[in-house]
């Protein structure tokens, strides 16, 4: 069920995925999220960057339009709100002024879950995003906290879930391991139509990062998450953020909301 409150919109069950850019949901997090859809979540979809560095070829304004198209046919194909990028590539900084803004859709959109990139990740873009994001949801029940726009504050009980960092290392080539696993085996071909929707990147991944093949790569690392889980075929793997500022440290809706398709590590 769902009622408006003034400017926001209460749902028992929200899920909001943060990322930094176009296709991160899609390669780390989007398995999780469709079975949270499964479950009854309202969803809720963002990339704080537009991915306006992604292309060898492309002027900025043309790629920023693709990529945009892009993010919202993956977001639409599993009924996800989409929330506009605020800022270019790279141009993620920890700064009042993206908190401010931040904290306002935090505010806005009132989730229970909120699913963010790892804060050990292999660009800055990624951990100060998690960064970022951390510190809105923490402002969002702070009443002397402004946002842009400004919004009241909320006080609903909401957890953090870090995904697994791109090639499942920190910056420094060291593993990083999970604290949870979801089976994603049953929605993988839908995670793998939703990465399918950013065509724009398949030069572009192998041209920057080597990746020969940005579908296969994403398949691997889950076929590994899945193997480290021990059980799965297909997984993602989370680790739960401190729980102080944020609910009580029983809260735990996403292993409340998936059931058996959660493991603790």
């Known amino acids: 069920m769902t009622r408006a409150i003034g400017a926001q919109t209460m749902s028992d069950k929200v899920a909001f995925a943060v990322v930094a850019h176009p296709d991160d949901i899609e390669f780390m997090m989007a398995g999780t ?10 969803l809720n979809y963002m990339t704080v960057a537009n991915g306006s560095c992604g292309t060898a070829t492309q002027s900025k304004d043309e790629i920023v339009a693709i990529r945009t198209a892009e993010a919202r046919s993956a977001a639409e194909m599993i ?36 699913l963010l990139p790892s804060p050990q990740d292999y660009t800055e873009d ?12 923490f402002l969002r029940g702070v009443k002397n906290y402004l946002t842009d726009p400004q919004m009241p504050t909320v006080q609903r009980d909401m957890a953090i879930y870090h995904c697994m960092p791109i090639g499942l290392v920190d910056q420094l080539r060291r593993p990083v391991r999970a604290d949870a696993y979801v089976d994603i085996s049953d929605v993988f071909d839908q995670k793998l139509r939703m990465l399918k929707c950013h065509r724009s990147q398949k030069e572009w ?29 297909y997984a993602e793997g989370w680790q739960r953020h401190l729980h102080l500022g944020f609910g009580p440290e029983q809260f735990d809706p996403l292993q409340d909301a998936l059931k058996n398709l959660v493991i603790i590590a």
């Open 79 to 114: 009924g996800a709100q989409y929330h506009p990028p605020l800022v270019g590539d790279t141009e993620i900084f920890y700064d009042q002024v993206l908190i401010s803004r931040l904290c306002a859709i935090v505010r806005r959109v009132n989730p229970q879950i909120l």
């Open 33 to 42: 999220l469709i079975l949270l859809g499964q479950a009854g979540f309202e």
């Open 126 to 137: 990624h951990i100060d995003t998690s960064r970022l994001m951390v510190t809105a949801a």
């Open 205 to 233: 991944l192998d041209y920057s990062q080597g990746l020969d093949s940005y579908l296969a790569a994403m398949e691997q690392m889950s076929l590994e998450i899945g193997k480290r889980s021990k059980k799965f075929k």
